[in-house]
């Protein structure tokens, strides 16, 4: 793949030849990894339970502004949308809790990110809960102050994230100072040979600007001490200037270049499916609260809602797909694969539920199933490799976002048309099923264009 060797946890030191070797670094699959996983945690029962606990509020904006479903839904719509596009406010948390957890493991990443994500179904029972009696008690709006108070501690979670550490402690001699190794960045070893440093990716003429200026410092010593403090703020400013640069054109080239992501067919594939996904996942949240007492089923509702089922029961599927997915026998793409088709099968069997029980059987399916979400950022490393993986689950959520963002007030536009949510689910199902199929073509075309090769072969020989 892509992978470098600082991205795969492993530490640049020494050996007794001058050669570099490789050295399993401590906290990867262990130490620090494990908070990492309690940090992202916490980021999803914030985050993404709060979003998914919005249709409590939906039902209170349809009751007081009196307005289309279609429209009120774009409220929470929005709400999700923005934060997996867009990236501002709570989806700059979101991303780097997804992406440090796959940073810090390796053997069980699989589990680590389903022990993470299952955050989403603790915090959509958890919020579902909240927003209901605050509501009650105190009205929507005082019920949304309350719940941005809570979102703070979003700040503690950030606080727990911390880059691997880039250094290692040589063996010295007894009696001497254990002497630390030099530090090797994520920047200076990423997307280059073994050894070779940020220093040698410089364009020419900064080496010599740098050290002209590290020169002009050691002069300077004799010099005031003002001159001594603008040589370093001008070596600062030059390095700074070297990364930036550095930066943007690895950026310019992940996206636009050669080594885009979107000459890979098969990740063009998986983007295509997220544009389809996430909105059937979506739906049932902002709508099953006013589908339930459109169908007289209130009581049994509120004793126990069918949006806790679904998370309830989302939590146990993330982290028992998680393990069965690092099974070394079993295909973590077939197991994405069988769970994402019986959660289409679920949302369009979802219409044909009418009474309490079977709602719940159906939810609890959809909780299951939609538990394949923590292998997502699993499957998207294997198609693109541990170095672009930011980038790639980055553009991954962003076309959730815009399924997240036009699925919920297409439903409640249906149902302004029909007075039904029936059709809502099954158009959403079957376009569903056209973003599996994306899945499915590239791996067949694959596997036309080996057997024609092996023919190809056969027939020269």
């Known amino acids: 793949m892509y992978a470098s060797h600082e991205d795969i946890g492993y530490d640049l030191e020494d050996d007794p030849k001058a050669k570099k070797t490789l050295k399993p670094h401590p906290d990867i699959d262990g130490g620090w990894a494990w908070m990492m996983v309690l940090s992202s945690f916490f980021v999803h029962i914030l985050i993404m339970g709060s979003q998914m606990a919005l249709g409590v509020l939906n039902v209170e904006w349809l009751e007081e502004f009196h307005q289309s479903r279609g429209l009120t839904a774009w409220v929470s719509s929005l ?39 299952t955050g989403t179904g603790f ?40 880059p691997l550490s880039s250094g290692k402690v040589e063996n010295c001699p007894r009696g001497e100072e ?47 001490r003002k001159n001594v403090c603008a040589f370093r703020v001008l070596k600062t400013v030059s390095q700074l200037t070297v990364r930036v640069q ?24 998986f983007v295509f499916w997220a544009l389809f996904a996430y909105s059937s996942f979506v739906i049932p949240f902002i709508h099953l609260p006013e589908i339930v007492s459109l169908y007289n089923l209130s009581e049994q509702n509120d004793v126990f809602p069918l949006t806790s089922i679904i998370a309830i029961v989302h939590i146990f599927g993330k982290v028992i797909l998680g ?81 997240a963002l036009l699925g919920p007030p297409f439903a409640g536009w249906i149902f302004d048309i029909t007075q039904k949510y029936d059709f809502s689910f099954y158009i959403c199902g079957l376009l569903y099923m056209v973003g599996i199929l994306f899945l499915l073509i590239q791996p067949c075309v694959q596997k036309i264009e080996q057997s024609r090769r092996k023919y190809t072969d056969s027939a020269h020989v």
């Open 246 to 269: 550095k930066g943007f054109g690895d950026w310019y080239s992940g996206y636009f270049g050669t080594a885009s992501l979107f000459t890979n067919r098969m990740f063009v594939a």
């Open 323 to 403: 393990a069965v997915a690092d099974l070394p026998c079993i295909s973590v793409w077939n197991v994405f694969l069988i769970a994402n088709f019986t959660l289409v099968f679920s949302i369009f069997l979802l219409p044909l539920m009418h009474t309490y029980v079977s709602l719940a059987v159906i939810c609890a399916l959809i909780g299951f199933s939609s538990g394949y979400f923590s292998l997502m950022p699993v499957v998207t490393e294997d198609l693109v490799g541990t170095e672009h993986l930011a980038n790639a689950y980055g553009i991954i959520i962003c076309a959730n976002g815009i399924s």
């Open 123 to 162: 915090g959509t029972f958890l919020m579902t809960v909240l927003l209901k009696y605050l509501c009650a008690e105190y009205g929507w709006r005082n019920a949304m102050f309350i719940q941005g108070a809570v979102s703070l501690n979003l700040c503690v979670c950030g606080a727990l994230m911390r």
């Open 178 to 224: 254990p002497c630390a190794l030099p530090a090797y960045s994520t920047e200076s070893v990423k997307s280059a040979p073994l050894g070779i440093t940020e220093e040698q990716d410089r364009p020419p003429g900064t080496e010599e600007t740098v050290c002209d200026l590290q020169a002009q410092e050691c002069q300077g010593q004799t010099r005031p």
């Open 79 to 117: 709400s999700m949308g923005i934060t997996l596009i867009v990236g501002l406010g709570s989806g700059m948390a979101y991303l780097p809790a997804v992406v440090m957890v796959g940073r810090y493991f390796q053997k069980r990443r699989a589990l680590a990110q389903g022990l993470s994500t």
